[in-house]
C-alpha cells in the first residue's frame, strides 16, 4: 500500500512564525502535491512537484514556498504565517497520469 | 478553465436507500475522472478511476459511471458506514495535477 506520511497532525503557530511542513512518501512517486482545504473553497492547489529539486505553483502560492531535495520528501513552508492560512493542509503523490494518494493532513492553526 | 461542479452539497438517506451523486466537469482534454471518499479530519481516499465515456467502477455498495459530461458516484443499499465526503476530480491530458469539486456530504442513517 501507499503510504504518504505527514509529520503533524495538529499545529498551532504563532503570526508571523516560519512554519515548515513535511510530508514523506514511500512509493518512489515522481510527483508531490500540496493542497489546503477550506470549508466551502474544497482542496486548492499550492505547489506541486514532478522531480527531485522542480517545482510550479499551484493556483494559490502566495505566502508558501516549497522544498524538494530528495524525492520521497517534500516540504511546504509558510515563510510569516498569517491567521489566514489557518486551514487544513494535504499533502498527496502520484504517478503520472494516476490517481494521486493522500497523507492524513495537517490540521494548522495560526494565532 | 476548467470546472468541476458536485451535487448536491449534502444529502441525507435512511439506510437502504439508493441514490446517485453527481460531478459534472468543463476540462479540454480528459485524461481521467478520479472519485474519492473523505472522513471528518482525515485525507481523501482514494475510490475509482474512469477514463473514457461509458466506463463503469464498482466496489462494494459503490458504482461510479462516466459520460463526456458528467460522472455519477451510485451508492446501493447504503449503511451508516458509508456517510463520508465524496469528492470528485479532472486531470487534464498533459498534467499530472487535479481540480476538484467542492464534495457531496453523505449522512446515512440507521
Known amino acids: 500500500d501507499v503510504k504518504v506520511t505527514q509529520s503533524s497532525r495538529y499545529l498551532v503557530k504563532r503570526t508571523g512564525e516560519k512554519v515548515f511542513l513535511e510530508c514523506v512518501q514511500d512509493m518512489d512517486h515522481e510527483n508531490m502535491f500540496w493542497y489546503r482545504q477550506d470549508p466551502g473553497l474544497g482542496l486548492r492547489l499550492i505547489y506541486f512537484s514532478y522531480d527531485v529539486k522542480m517545482k510550479e505553483k499551484g493556483d494559490i502560492p502566495e505566502g508558501y514556498s516549497v522544498s524538494r531535495e530528495k524525492k520521497e520528501r517534500f516540504s511546504l513552508i509558510l515563510e510569516s504565517a498569517s491567521t489566514n492560512q489557518t486551514s487544513m493542509y494535504l499533502c498527496?503523490?502520484?504517478?503520472?497520469?494516476?490517481?494521486?494518494?493522500f497523507g492524513q493532513g495537517t490540521r494548522l492553526t495560526v494565532v | 478553465e476548467d470546472q468541476v461542479t458536485q451535487s448536491p452539497e449534502a444529502l441525507r438517506l435512511q439506510e437502504g436507500e439508493s441514490s446517485s451523486l453527481n460531478c459534472s466537469y468543463t476540462v479540454s482534454g480528459l485524461r481521467g475522472l478520479f472519485w474519492y471518499r473523505q472522513d471528518p479530519g482525515k485525507g481523501p481516499e482514494f475510490l475509482f478511476t474512469?477514463?473514457?465515456a461509458g466506463e463503469e467502477k464498482e466496489k462494494e455498495r459503490l458504482k461510479a459511471t462516466l459520460t463526456k459530461k458528467e460522472s455519477f458516484l451510485h451508492i446501493t443499499a447504503p449503511k451508516p458506514e458509508d456517510s463520508a465526503t465524496y469528492l470528485c476530480a479532472v486531470q487534464k491530458e498533459g498534467y499530472s495535477t487535479l481540480t476538484f469539486g467542492k464534495g457531496t456530504m453523505l449522512l446515512v442513517s440507521p
Open positions: 474512469l477514463y473514457s
Open positions: 498527496a503523490s502520484s504517478l503520472t497520469a494516476f490517481e494521486a494518494f
